[in-house]
């Protein structure tokens, strides 16, 4: 399996002579980065064509990059137009495309048909406030037949999540995001909706009968250290038992092109 870097070597490498983009993310989000370059790298030795959407400030863009895949980042134009992100995707030689709005995917329609082998939609899904028929008809487009959807996004049931916040529950106060959350949090921020591996199955049985789940994996990503007793804890019932770590990591295989779509919004 190819090799990630370690993070210190990670930031000499590619990020040499330049302010590396949100710094603070890139650490608390490395373990995540790392992990899941193996879950991809794991099944194949070869990769030609990727599409990153939702890609930030190109940190897993970027090792990809160096390994010869032809990389193109799909995101926010306030975030590709910063410096760093321009001088770095200009170095590794990565495409930029800008949207303004996912649910009208129109940008997509400038990239080729059966092109990609790999989709990169990390830590994107929860966040997808608008229905997404439409975005993924067009990425289906654009994927090669045989190629791969890779997501990850938070476990719903994950030990610390809301779905075991039971004095919320009997007080009557629903679940999902809470409405401090909707009105206090000035960002794109909040998860508005984090799935269990079944609903992410029942996702894309949906979507398309050319999509087959074909790998599912609950992740324990360690965000920070365990700072007490109670956290420790949690950590090892984690290690036991993985329905309750804290990220999906999924393999979607477009095993062909036969129906597409199948749903209308």
């Not at 490498?13 to 949100?22: E, L, M, V």
């Not at 909706?193 to 087959?212: C, G, Q, T």
Request: charged letters at 25%.
């Amino acid at each position: 399996m190819k090799c990630f870097p370690n993070i210190e070597d990670y930031k000499k490498q590619f990020f040499k002579g330049t302010i590396i983009p949100d710094e603070s993310y890139l650490n608390t989000h490395y373990p995540r980065f790392k992990l899941t370059w193996e879950f991809i790298w794991k099944k194949t030795d070869t990769i030609k064509t990727m599409l990153d959407i939702g890609a930030h400030w190109l940190h897993q863009s970027i090792v990809y990059a160096k390994e010869g895949v032809d990389v193109t980042v799909a995101e926010l134009p306030t975030t590709l137009n910063t410096q760093g992100v321009q001088s770095v995707a200009e170095e590794y030689n990565i495409n930029l495309i800008s949207y303004l709005d996912l649910s009208k995917p129109e940008i997509f329609d400038k990239l080729p048909e059966n092109h990609f082998d790999l989709i990169l939609f990390a830590e994107i899904i929860e966040h997808i406030t608008f229905n997404p028929v439409d975005m993924w008809r067009a990425i289906f487009r654009v994927m090669k037949p045989g190629g791969r959807i890779i997501l990850t996004t938070p476990n719903y049931y994950h030990l610390g999540g809301r779905a075991w916040d039971i004095k919320r529950y009997l007080f009557g106060s629903g679940g999902g995001i809470t409405p401090k959350e909707i009105l206090n949090v000035p960002t794109y921020g909040p998860h508005w909706k984090e799935f269990s591996a079944k609903e992410i199955r029942d996702y894309f049985n949906m979507l398309s009968p050319d999509f087959d789940i074909t790998e599912i994996n609950h992740a324990s990503i360690p965000y920070s250290l365990p700072a007490n007793l109670s956290q420790k804890f949690k950590c090892k019932l984690e290690d036991w038992i993985p329905f309750l770590r804290n990220n999906l990591f999924v393999e979607v295989t477009l095993c062909c092109k036969d129906v597409s779509i199948v749903i209308d919004p």
